[in-house]
């Protein structure tokens, strides 16, 4: 349970944390510590050198621009959590951040550690993927925009390139006749999805405008139900179409096999969950 040896660095801005990246080989950057530090301490992980990304102001905090929401990558759970403009705007991330891990985690771990780790089981990557979020990243060719979806590609493996931050999320304000819902199952408190699905929905009278269906925990990275979604498109969501929807979400699901449950348990717990966003997010849009 004691990590190997390895360097320690404190970042001062986002631009010193890129150099400090390119100048120390196989670094690593030291967010929350809630994934990076229990990985070292199992030796999973043993980064040479550690950057501090803790000093850096320009990282932190969530502000409001236009339609957009503009959360810092190293904004922590609480302060998403406590944050009011997401509770008036997002409350997705709200209710999101309240179901991750336990208070001490939810204290330092950031909102951009836990997109960025790479752990299926991490909550805010499905979340991005439902409120069809985008990536700021920036690193020594400058700045991107990428969307959420397409960023996760495997476990600990996503589209994140060398010497690359993510310095900002961006998602969209909920607007009148839009609906959430995020259902995630555990087996105690503190503890990582067996499964999870956040909603967003967005209907046009009964008409279903619109609709994102994410899994947490049941594929090796977060990913879209997409074929659910296609099921509901464009239709008046009724029961027979929410079951049809499950099965679709069933299909989707590749999780692997371990303590909390094997493959059939999971992924029908994940069409559970998605099934109960679903009827939340479309009474929330109801009004
Ligand atoms: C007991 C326990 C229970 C947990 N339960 C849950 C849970 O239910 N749901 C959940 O979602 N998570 C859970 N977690 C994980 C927790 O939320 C972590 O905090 C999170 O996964 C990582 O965020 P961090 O800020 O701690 O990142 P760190 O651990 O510091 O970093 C994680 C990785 O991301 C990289 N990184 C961090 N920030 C950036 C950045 N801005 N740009 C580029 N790379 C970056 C680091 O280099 C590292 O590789 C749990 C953790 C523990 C210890």
Request: hydrophobic share 40%.
């Amino acid at each position: 349970m004691i990590p190997a040896e390895f360097e320690y660095h404190k970042a001062t801005s986002i631009q010193d944390a890129i150099n400090q990246l390119g100048a120390h080989e196989d670094s690593k950057l030291l967010a929350g510590g809630h994934s990076l530090l229990p990985m070292m301490k199992l030796r999973f992980a043993e980064p040479p050198t550690l950057i501090d990304i803790n000093g850096i102001e320009e990282l932190r905090g969530i502000r409001l621009e236009g339609d957009t929401i503009c959360i810092g990558a190293m904004t922590t759970e609480n302060e998403l959590i406590e944050s009011e403009i997401l509770q008036q705007h997002c409350p997705l991330l709200v209710e999101a951040a309240r179901l991750v891990a336990d208070p001490q985690v939810r204290n330092r771990g950031t909102i951009g550690g836990d997109v960025v780790h790479g752990d299926p089981g991490n909550d805010h990557p499905a979340v991005m993927l439902a409120l069809d979020a985008t990536l700021v990243l920036q690193g020594p060719g400058g700045e991107r925009q990428q969307p959420a979806n397409g960023f996760f590609l495997g476990t600990y493996w996503n589209d994140l390139q060398e010497h690359e931050i993510l310095v900002e999320l961006r998602v969209p304000v909920i607007r009148q006749g839009v609906g959430h819902g995020y259902s995630k199952l555990k087996r105690k408190t503190g503890d990582y999805a067996v499964a999870g699905s956040p909603v967003v929905v967005e209907l046009d009278g009964d008409v279903c405008r619109d609709i994102r269906i994410a899994l947490t925990n049941v594929a090796p990275m977060a990913i879209r139900a997409e074929a659910a979604e296609n099921v509901l498109r464009g239709k008046v969501i009724d029961d027979a179409l929410i079951e049809q929807a499950a099965a679709e979400v069933i299909a989707a699901c590749d999780p692997a096999e371990d303590l909390r449950g094997d493959i059939q348990y999971k992924s029908h717990m994940a069409a559970e969950m998605a099934r109960r966003s679903i009827r939340a997010a479309l009474q929330q849009a109801r009004g």
